[in-house]
Structures are given as C-alpha cells and as structure tokens.
C-alpha cells in the first residue's frame, strides 16, 4: 500500500532503525541483513583491494604486515568457519529474524562448501545476494544460484584493463564464459534468477574507459551496472579513530590504497562517466553510483582528506558482519563485538560491547575511519534528527572499544 503511494523501500525502514538509535538505549532490533565474508582468500589480485593490500588474501586471513614473527596464527585466528558452521549460523539467523543475508569475501564461491550453505539460505527464506569475482563456475555453483536472489560480478572495463587492475590473465575472459554459462542455466531452468549486476571500482587505472562495462553487459545480458568510487583511507584516519574504538580486530583490511590508483584527472572521468550514462539510456541499462555523487563532488571524494557524503551513520542498528573466523563487527571501524563460536549470534547483537558501540556511533555521529565509506550512500540520513537522551549509564564509555585480542598494523611498505 505505501509503495504504491510512492514511499519507498528504504524509506519504510526507516523507523526500524531510527527509533532504537534514538530511544534504544544501545539496543537495537534484529538485523536486517547479515554480510557473511565466507573467506579472506582470493584466486585474484586486484589492486585496489584492501585485502590485497594487507596480503590475507594470501595467507587466508592473517596480513604479513601485522603482528610479529613466530606467532601462531592458528591460535591468534582459529581456523575458518565450515560449512556445519555456518549451516547452524544461517538457522539461527533465520529464528532471530534476520531477513537478508549476503555472501562476500574474498572470493565466497572458492570456499569448500559454499553451494551447499547458499541453498540452506535460501531455503531459509532470506533474501540471498552475493558478490563475487566471476572466475568460478561450476554446475554445481550454477545450480546452487538459480536460489539466489542476486549475484554482483565485478568487472573494471576491457579485458586488457580489467585484467590488469584484478592481476589475472584470463579474468575478463573467465567472466564472459561463466556469466554467459549462468545466463543459459536460468534459459534452461526458467529461473529468473539471480539477477546479475555488474560493479565496477573507478580509479585512476580505468577512468577513461568505465563506459565500456555498459557494453560488455549488454553483450551478456546484464541490465544493471553499478560503479562505485575508490574507497581507501590513510594512518591518520586510523590513529584518530582508534581515540575511540581498536580497529585491526576483524576484517584485517588495510585502506590505505597504492596513490596510483587514486591520482584520478576528474575531467576524464567526468566525460566518461556522461559517455556510460548516455549509452546506459540507449540501451536500456539501469546504472547505479555509489554513492551518487554530483560532478561537483568528485573534487572533494578524491582529494579530500576526510570526506562524508552523510553526516550520521544507521548500520550498526541494521546490519552486521561475520567474518570467515566467526568474528561479529559492524562495519569497516573494525571493532571485533563478539564471536559465534563463543556465543549465539542473538547474544552478541545486543550485548555490552555492542550497545557501547552503537553509543559512540550516535554520540560522534561519524568517526575519521568512516570517510568514504561506500554504507554511507543515502542523504535521507542528514534529514534524520538525532533526538532523546542516552542516560550517562549508556553513553560511549571513555576508554577505546574492542578486544584486547588485536594485532598492530605496522607502517606500509
């Protein structure tokens, strides 16, 4: 009834989140979408990819340019989540109401296991997307996707550009062949899913030549393409925010992304953006920018030391991560709240050291670390009035949030 009184999805869920964030105390209500990083391992070797950065692409979670040498890793980390894991965790999200669930990693679909845990998912009844790099398709990954909901490929421009950008060879090509594949299973089974998106990074490496991901998904019958700008960040951003929360618990990115890559000429960029805009329109290709920046705002983007497109941030109230090792944390902050492997996830969502984050969020509104935070894409929130009252019993508490178990991110090289 409201949709068709022209209020939008987002704007329905607005009091689901805004409420809490006003009178919650700290307390929210069940996520609505939980982001399952199934792995920090890749087959690729993109440039701008925090994880590459770190190197846990290689190690499979653990970053060679953190902690110090001798420790063992296994006892710092544990091992990876398996697929009874995660059976288990999808069961427990489903009883507690959580709606959305999205795969990611690393690459998710080079983990052992991952078509099984995506039909569990789906016959769950979550909305199931996933984003992926395109390279793995097997039948049985084919099959286990005619469940899902959506499946975002990243692709970065011609092969040679793309190529060059993922480390690979053959990617472009791989992407070709298994979307191509995946297109013929849907024909062959008469599922209209997943839908299938392309995303494109834009850097400096590929700014004259992004309009080409339109026709490349035309080629393959893609009708939505999303290009979402560089998001990286530097020591400062990290030391200051670390005043108020311990970062480097989680995720184990690093964001501070080779220059080259963000040494963009925003003329070029501006003009081939308008050209992927005006063949979009000609050929009936939904684009999307995340976050959807005018042209006078891509100065500020890229050469801002901080940049915010909004000024408060909702997430820690909907949404949530686990990483492959069973961590719970909120967002690219990096403050490591919990563990499933230690507590049910229904008992980390509103326990202590997630109530206090959720009071430092709303008492800083923003922390330096979320500078171009590609969450931060919806300018409804400036709208949003931050009312009530946190009791001081609720309020931030003044030491650093986060576990003591953490390791020192150490200068790059």
């Not at 009178?23 to 993109?46: D, H, K, Q």
């Not at 290689?58 to 990876?80: Q, S």
């Not at 099959?143 to 970065?156: E, H, I, K, N, Y």
């Not at 690219?332 to 997630?354: C, H, M, S, V």
């Amino acid at each position: 009834m409201l949709k068709k009184l022209g209020v939008s999805t987002k704007q329905i869920l607005v009091p689901y989140y805004w409420l809490p964030y006003n009178f919650g105390r700290g307390y929210a209500l069940p996520p609505i979408s939980v982001n399952m990083e199934f792995t920090f391992r890749c087959n690729l070797r993109c440039q701008m990819c925090s994880l590459v950065v770190s190197n846990a692409v290689v190690t499979g979670g653990y970053p060679l340019n953190r902690g110090e040498a001798g420790d063992d890793l296994e006892a710092i980390r544990g091992k990876e989540l398996e697929s009874p894991d995660y059976l288990k965790l999808l069961d427990d999200l489903r009883d507690f109401g959580v709606r959305r669930v999205n795969f990611t990693g690393g690459e998710p679909l080079i983990k052992k296991g991952a078509p099984d845990i995506l039909r569990r998912a789906t016959r769950n009844g979550f909305h199931v997307s996933m984003i992926s790099n395109g390279t793995v398709m097997t039948d049985d990954v084919c099959d286990a996707l005619m469940g899902v909901d959506s499946l975002t490929v990243s692709v970065d421009g011609p092969e040679a550009i793309h190529n060059e950008i993922r480390g690979s060879d053959t990617g472009f090509q791989r992407i070709r062949q298994n979307v191509g594949k995946l297109q013929e299973w849907k024909k062959k089974t008469g599922s209209e899913r997943p839908a299938i998106q392309f995303s494109c990074a834009v850097s400096a490496m590929n700014q004259t030549h992004v309009s080409q991901v339109v026709d490349f998904a035309r080629e393959l019958g893609v009708r939505s393409v999303n290009y979402g700008y560089l998001f990286f960040n530097d020591e400062d951003a990290t030391k200051d925010t670390e005043q108020y929360a311990l970062t480097g618990q989680a995720d184990f990115c690093d964001q501070r992304i080779p220059m080259h890559l963000r040494q963009v000429n925003l003329d070029l960029m501006k003009k081939e953006l308008r050209e992927a805009r005006r063949k979009a329109g000609e050929m009936g290709i939904q684009l999307s920018f995340n976050p959807p920046l005018e042209e006078d705002e891509l100065e500020d983007r890229f050469n801002s030391p901080l940049y915010f497109y909004t000024n408060k941030c909702f997430v820690p109230w909907y949404e949530t991560r686990v990483n492959p090792f069973g961590d719970v944390y909120s967002c690219q902050i990096d403050t490591l709240l919990g563990n499933i492997r230690e507590k049910p996830f229904r008992k980390i969502w509103n326990a202590q050291p997630y109530r206090e984050f959720r009071a430092l969020i709303r008492e800083h509104k923003l922390l330096s670390k979320c500078s171009r935070c590609c969450k931060l894409n919806d300018r409804m929130w400036n709208s949003l009035p931050r009312i009530g009252f946190f009791p001081k019993r609720f309020t931030a508490p003044s030491r650093p949030l986060g576990s003591s178990r953490r390791l020192p991110v150490l200068p790059a090289s």
